[in-house]
């Protein structure tokens, strides 16, 4: 492979985004926070302005490329910038968003209409029960124009977030019609 796969973060501001990079890639991480000026939309202190970026070393060497998209949609050029990227895109939700199904499905259409229609997952990354997810879940498969899974990881359990990753990468290689098992496997 000429240039390291590119996998990215998506979803609403505060969901997780560069926690996530931060557990996966460690100190191969670097981050775009400035002071969060909008604490209207969201009281936490800082918030990210450009593309959060990690690299994960694969098995065989190889590199895999996490990008962090920012949450707000003033930043919209910037997600379609980061999608044409991407072979993978990582939807990140808050069940308790009541706005958390249109926007997964705004990401998903967003990933379909991209020029390298990128493999999708949802991940709850917000404590919900198994009920909420699997409601969730279903209402999405009904209005998604393809199957999309839907996971629960924390974003700061770097073993949860690999196996993330793990599903996408098996989700890649079908496409590619590649076997799953030496692409999936992550250190």
């Not at 996998?7 to 969901?15: A, K, N, Q």
């Not at 969730?136 to 690999?162: C, I, K």
Request: with cysteine; proline share 5%; charged share 20%.
């Amino acid at each position: 492979m000429s240039s390291a796969p590119r996998i990215v973060l998506f979803g609403p501001m505060g969901i997780g985004k560069s926690t996530a990079i931060r557990t996966l890639c460690g100190e191969l991480a670097v981050d775009c926070d400035v002071p969060n000026l909008d604490l209207a939309t969201s009281a936490k202190e800082t918030t990210t302005v450009g593309a959060d970026y990690g690299v994960i070393r694969l098995a065989e060497g190889q590199e895999l490329h996490i990008y962090g998209s920012p949450g707000q949609e003033r930043f919209a050029f910037m997600r379609e910038w980061l999608m044409s990227l991407a072979i993978g895109a990582v939807i990140l939700v808050d069940l308790a968003d009541h706005g958390a199904l249109d926007s997964a499905l705004t990401l998903i259409r967003e990933a379909e209409a991209s020029a390298t229609s990128p493999v999708v997952a949802v991940v709850v990354a917000r404590p919900a029960s198994e009920e909420q997810i699997q409601a969730f879940a279903q209402t999405l498969s009904t209005h998604a124009d393809a199957p999309v899974p839907v996971l629960s990881a924390d974003v700061r359990d770097r073993e949860q977030m690999l196996d993330v990753l793990s599903l996408l990468f098996s989700m890649i290689s079908v496409e590619l019609e590649e076997p799953s098992e030496d692409a999936s496997h992550v250190d």
